[in-house]
């Protein structure tokens, strides 16, 4: 018997990111590559903080965008889309609350 996957989190749209971050707005504007667009609403979506990169992956040579100024854009992002996170995930406890609720086992009895 498989087993059962929870069913996957819908993702805040587009423009309600925008609308709690103004770094997402601001960066978005400047229209980035795909790949960046995808990491930083990716960043502002996800519930974990975004993985600071090794110190070896900075040459230190001031290369524009250097990984560490991509790490606080993305960062910030993720701070800013915090409140939103935690709005989603407390309309998710009560709708499984609910759901708990209904749920009867077959030939279960009321009292």
């Known amino acids: 018997m498989p087993i059962p996957h929870p069913p996957p989190q819908?993702?805040?749209?587009?423009?309600t990111l925008k609308?709690?971050?103004p770094t997402l707005t601001k960066l978005l504007k400047a229209r980035p590559?795909?790949?960046r667009e995808t990491a930083l609403l990716t960043?502002?979506?996800s519930p974990t903080r975004p993985i600071k990169?090794?110190?070896g992956d900075c040459?230190?040579?001031?290369?524009?965008?250097?990984?560490?100024?991509?790490?606080?854009?993305?960062?910030?992002?993720w701070k800013e889309c915090a409140v939103l996170r935690s709005l989603v995930d407390d309309e998710e406890e009560e709708d499984e609350g609910k759901a708990l609720e209904n749920c009867k086992v077959p030939g279960a009895f009321q009292w």
């Open 43 to 45: 960043a502002a979506s």
């Open 19 to 21: 609308s709690h971050s």
């Open 10 to 15: 819908p993702q805040p749209s587009t423009s």
């Open 59 to 77: 040459c230190g040579s001031s290369c524009d965008p250097c990984v560490m100024d991509l790490y606080a854009q993305e960062l910030k992002v």
């Open 33 to 35: 590559a795909p790949i």
């Open 53 to 55: 990169p090794p110190a």
